[in-house]
Structure formats: C-alpha cells, structure tokens
C-alpha cells in the first residue's frame, strides 16, 4: 500500500501542472480581462466590481481625445504610453509564455503572487479567510454524515414503512427547497427578521469575541455557525440520505445476504458483519466532492446571506473583477485539496474493505 501512496502523491505535481495550464490558457482566450476592465473603468464603461487598482501607473488624467492603435477596444481615446503603464502594472507587457513559466516557477515555491486589486499576497488572502470557509464545510459535512448514515441505513432496513415514507417527506423538502432558500427563511424565523431573535445575523463571531473566556468564544463560535452551517446542511444531507439507502438496498438484496440470514445470522450482524462494508464503499467515494462542495463552492451563497468572508466569496468576486492570481491561487490551493481528500478516501476504501488492495490492481 506504500508504494500505491508513493505513485498517487508523484501524480500530484502532474495533475496540478495540467489544471493549471488549461485553465491558464482558457483564460488567454477569455474576453474582458483586467487590463480591458481598467480601461474601460477610466472611460466610464465599468463603474461596478473594482475597488482599487494596486501599484502604478493609475494616472487617470492622461487621456487623449485621439484614438489610439492599442489592441484593447476600450483604449481608443486614451493615451497609448497610458495604456502601455497600465500593462506593465498587471504583467500584460510580457507574453503569455513568459507570463506562464513566471507563474509556473512561483508556484512551484508555494509563492501565490499578490492581488491586483487588494494589495496583499494571495497566500495570505486565502489564509485569512480560510477560517469561515472550513468551519463552513467541516461542521456542515461532518453533520451531514452522522445524520445521513444512520438514517439512510434505518431507511433501508425499514423501506415501505411508515417511518421510511415520513422521512422521505423531509428528504422532499430537502431536495427541493436550495440552502440559500432556507438560509433566508432561518433568518427570518430566528435571526430577528420577523419572529424571533435567537442567533445573529452576521459574522463568525461578536466583536467583543476577544474579551470572552475560552468558554464565551466557544459558545460565541457555534451560536454564530448554527444557521449557516444548517442551511448548507438540508441539501447535503437530502442527497447523501438517498445514496446511502439506495446503496444498502441494493446490497440487502444480493445472495449473500441472503445465504447469511439463511444460516441464522441476527439482522444486525448480517447488516453491519457483511453489508456496511460492501454499502459504505460509495458512500465514502462522495466525501471528497462533498467536503470540497461544502469548502469552496457551495457556501458562496451562503456567506454572501450571512455576510461570512471566506474563500467561496473571495474565488467568485476574484473572477468578476479578473483577479487572475487570486483565481489561480484558489484554484492551486482547490485542486491541492481535492487530490489529497481523493487519495484519503482510497486509503478509507481499503481500512473499511481489506480485500480492496490498490497496490494489486496497479501490477
């Protein structure tokens, strides 16, 4: 099993470089990038996205009522030594090759680059709001699975019953109502929209957090997780509910369950001696997509309601405003994440399911 890890940990760097370099050259061809943005910012086209623009080279005054033979549409009528600066302040002055190998050799030194409009290091931006985003995900997945496991077995032994149909009704809602449906109802129950005044409607903690004991910031931090983290966990736990039903009715119904029963076996050593191995396996092949959902991409909303910082919103408003090294520091950082989490649930296969041996399969 050593060497499988080995192998899976050197395919990382291979993976990393090709994600990076389509998404880079995606990008290349994609219309509206930071430079044109700037430009046509100056010239009253884009009021909204950017709140500043870091370094030089911002002299807005140096417009030029001729038209200039610069490639960007939005440059005509501006001075073309302008245009030239505003170039050089984003690194578009090179070409993409060079701009590629540069960004390929910083990354390879974990060095993220610096924002083009917050003027920070992208590494320490996504450190900063790394917190929200993994109390966001973590509890939310956590729960997820220690709600949706058991219920999802309970429904399987009890399929057609009235307990299994009653929970369908909530997996129903589950489906159909999205989280940030739910979030806003929460609000409006319980964060003092309409009714009640139990939980805040804001932040990951007051802001006297830092004069509480070590029990005040405890209680303070999970009064403020409570309602986010149930809004993002109705629509995880419908889904996982479902899966973890229908992938224990599907191993209830085989021969070998049938041939255990048949020799006496009690339900519950059939059900966790030889079906919660066989059932489980693609249960734990969906917490990878899980837990990188819940980090990076299904909060978005979520912390946009709760007004929570963390990397969902920074990944989305770094691609409406073209922050080009805070979109491919996220994603550095993403697919990082997401290999590890995938190489973790191999490792979980063959711990909950000795017979599956990797290592054998690849010779």
Same mark, same amino acid.
């Given at each position: 099993?050593?060497?499988?890890?080995?192998?899976?940990?050197?395919?990382?760097?291979?993976?990393?470089?090709g994600?990076?370099?389509?998404?880079?050259?995606?990008?290349?061809?994609a219309?509206?990038g930071?430079?044109?943005?700037v430009?046509a910012?100056?010239r009253?086209?884009?009021p909204?996205?950017?709140?500043?623009?870091?370094?030089?080279?911002?002299d807005?005054?140096?417009?030029?009522t001729s038209s200039?033979?610069?490639a960007y549409?939005?440059?005509?009528?501006?001075d073309?030594?302008?245009? #030239?600066a505003i170039?050089?302040?984003?690194g578009?002055?090179?070409p993409a090759?060079?701009r590629?190998m540069?960004m390929? #050799?910083?990354?390879i030194a974990?060095?993220l680059?610096?924002?083009?409009y917050?003027?920070i290091d992208?590494?320490d931006?996504?450190i900063? #709001?790394m917190p929200?985003?993994?109390?966001l995900?973590?509890w939310s997945?956590l729960?997820?699975?220690?709600v949706s496991i058991?219920?999802g077995?309970a429904?399987a032994v009890r399929?057609?019953?009235r307990f299994?149909i009653?929970?369908s009704?909530i997996i129903?809602?589950?489906?159909?109502?999205p989280?940030?449906?739910f979030?806003?109802l929460?609000?409006v129950?319980?964060?003092g929209?309409?009714?009640?005044?139990?939980?805040?409607?804001?932040?990951?903690t007051?802001?006297?957090?830092e004069?509480l004991?070590?029990a005040g910031k405890?209680y303070?931090?999970?009064?403020?997780l409570?309602?986010?983290?149930?809004?993002?966990?109705?629509g995880?736990?419908a889904s996982l509910?479902?899966?973890?039903?229908?992938?224990?009715?599907?191993?209830?119904?085989k021969?070998?369950?049938?041939t255990?029963k048949a #020799?006496?076996l009690?339900?519950?050593?059939?059900l966790y001696?030889?079906?919660f191995?066989n059932a489980?396996?693609?249960v734990?092949?969906?917490?990878?997509a899980?837990?990188v959902?819940?980090l990076f991409?299904g909060s978005?909303?979520?912390?946009v309601?709760?007004s929570?910082?963390?990397l969902g919103?920074?990944?989305?408003?770094?691609i409406i405003?073209?922050?080009?090294?805070v979109?491919?520091?996220t994603?550095?950082v993403f697919s990082?994440?997401?290999?590890l989490?995938n190489?973790?649930s191999d490792?979980?296969y063959h711990?909950?399911d000795?017979?599956i041996d990797?290592?054998?399969?690849?010779t």
């Open positions: 099993m050593l060497a499988y890890i080995l192998r899976r940990l050197a395919l990382i760097p291979l993976t990393l470089f994600i990076i370099t389509l998404n880079f050259l995606i990008v290349q061809v219309p509206g930071p430079v044109e943005r430009l910012q100056v009253g086209l884009d909204g996205g950017m709140t500043g623009i870091s370094g030089g080279g911002g807005t005054a140096r417009v030029a200039s033979n610069s549409r939005g440059a005509q009528g501006l073309p030594e302008f245009v #030239k170039e050089r302040q984003f578009f002055d090179k090759h060079e590629y540069l390929m #050799k910083n990354y974990f060095d680059g610096e924002s083009f917050r003027t992208v590494g931006l996504i900063e #709001k929200v985003s993994i109390s995900g973590l997945t729960i997820i699975y220690i058991p219920m077995i429904k399929d057609g019953s299994d009653g929970t009704y129903v809602i589950g489906y159909a109502v989280s940030f449906m979030a806003i929460l609000i129950l319980f964060s929209g309409s009714y009640l005044n139990w939980f805040p409607l804001r932040g990951l007051s802001e006297n957090w004069q004991s070590f405890i303070d931090y999970f009064w403020h409570t309602l986010p983290v149930l809004a993002m966990v109705i995880g736990f509910t479902m899966l973890t039903k229908n992938s224990f009715m599907d191993e209830i119904n021969q070998y369950v049938l255990a #020799k006496g009690t339900q519950r050593r059939v001696g030889h079906v191995r489980m396996l693609i734990i092949a969906a917490f990878p899980t837990l959902g819940m991409t978005l909303l979520i912390e309601i709760f929570l910082d963390g919103l920074l990944g989305y408003q770094a405003d073209r922050d080009y090294p979109i491919f520091g994603l550095y990082i994440v997401g290999l989490l190489l973790i490792l979980a711990v909950i000795p017979r990797f290592e054998a399969r690849a």
